[in-house]
């Protein structure tokens, strides 16, 4: 039950932003452990001098096209699952929109599943 917060420059095509949507979820579903039907997503697109961030630290060089991704997971992942997770998701967005690795930076925090509603008022 991730939550991922996407942070962008504002600029791209509404394809652009489908296709970082729909790589991080191929990767969540792939490689996160899950399931489809799970996907939600908020895109937060910012102006130039609102998102700040280190070109070098630990990597880089980093660019304008810099993406930070904020997931909240329900339930903890295994070392090895969230080195899968961060791998294919580079290599996804690569593919789908010519995104370099060094511009995606990830930060997962999980949280018990009590401190989730889906709707309703209902607790998980």
């Known amino acids: 039950m991730p939550f991922a917060r996407i942070s962008l420059h504002r600029g791209k095509s509404v394809e652009y932003l489908h296709a ?7 990767a ?8 489809k039907t799970d996907r939600f ?9 609102e998102l ?3 070109s070098h630290y630990l990597g880089g060089p980093r660019s304008h096209d810099f993406v930070l991704i904020a997931i909240t997971a329900g339930r903890p992942r295994s070392v ?9 998701l ?12 060094e511009d995606v930076m990830v930060v997962i925090s ?10 309703g008022g209902r607790g998980n």
């Not at 970082?20 to 191929?26: A, E, M, P, Y």
């Not at 090895?80 to 294919?88: A, I, S, V, W």
């Open 20 to 26: 970082l949507s729909d790589g991080l979820h191929d």
């Open 28 to 35: 969540l579903v792939e490689s996160f452990e899950v399931p």
């Open 41 to 49: 997503q908020a895109i937060h697109q910012h102006e130039v001098g």
């Open 52 to 54: 700040i961030f280190d």
């Open 80 to 88: 090895e699952t969230k080195q899968r997770f961060y791998r294919d």
């Open 90 to 101: 580079v290599e996804k967005l690569e593919r789908a929109t010519g995104l370099n690795a």
């Open 110 to 119: 999980t949280t018990a599943g009590d401190e989730w509603s889906f709707g």
